[in-house]
């Protein structure tokens, strides 16, 4: 048993946050949050994300070993029609992520709304998934967002789906301060 725990430990898996309930980045927050815990080094990229105010961006700031960078603008992305400046901020960010996973600098890499991304096409579903394939063996790669790709469910080892099935914001509630962002 302690062999196999070992050899266990030393492997990185890949997850997938998916579905259309509220979480996805906040669960995949957790298991950063954990992971700074125990000294590893985290980085977490988000894609069509460019709000400072978020709160995960203000708390990564007072963490040792966490990092996020944004590669997206402040507003919403036009699904049939996406800006410019919106793929090219998408496309900065994949080239980002994979200095990143390659220069074994972290433990844990979360690819925030990179799901999203792919669906609008705004990067492409084969270099997202030739970067999963080369990442190296012991890094823990996290994917979150809707639309998450069968071609990528089907290759990671971890994949859960949150699901809407009550949310406030149907009432009219908007996104609040600490809670939603």
């Known amino acids: ?87 090219e901020l998408a496309q900065e960010g994949l080239r980002y992520a994979k200095e990143v996973i390659e220069s074994k600098k972290y433990d844990l890499v979360i690819l925030d709304e990179i799901n999203v991304a792919i669906d609008y096409g705004l990067i492409s579903g084969e270099e997202v998934l030739d970067t999963i394939e080369k990442k190296p063996e012991d890094l823990e790669l996290v994917l979150t967002g809707r639309y998450a790709p069968k071609e990528i469910i089907e290759i990671s080892d971890y994949v859960s789906e949150i699901l809407d099935i009550k949310h406030p914001f149907k009432e009219g509630v908007l996104a609040r301060e600490g809670v939603e962002y």
Request: aromatic share 10%; proline share 1%.
């Open 1 to 87: 048993m302690e062999e196999y725990k070992k050899k266990s430990e030393k492997k990185g898996f890949i997850h997938v946050k998916t579905g259309d309930g509220q979480g996805k980045t906040t669960s995949a927050l957790g298991m950063a949050f954990r992971a700074v815990g125990h000294g590893l080094k985290v980085s977490m990229i988000q894609f069509m994300k460019g709000n400072t105010r978020y709160g995960e961006v203000t708390s990564s700031e007072m963490l040792k070993n966490f990092e996020i960078r944004q590669f997206g603008r402040a507003s919403f992305v036009n699904k049939k029609n996406p800006d410019k400046i919106d793929i």
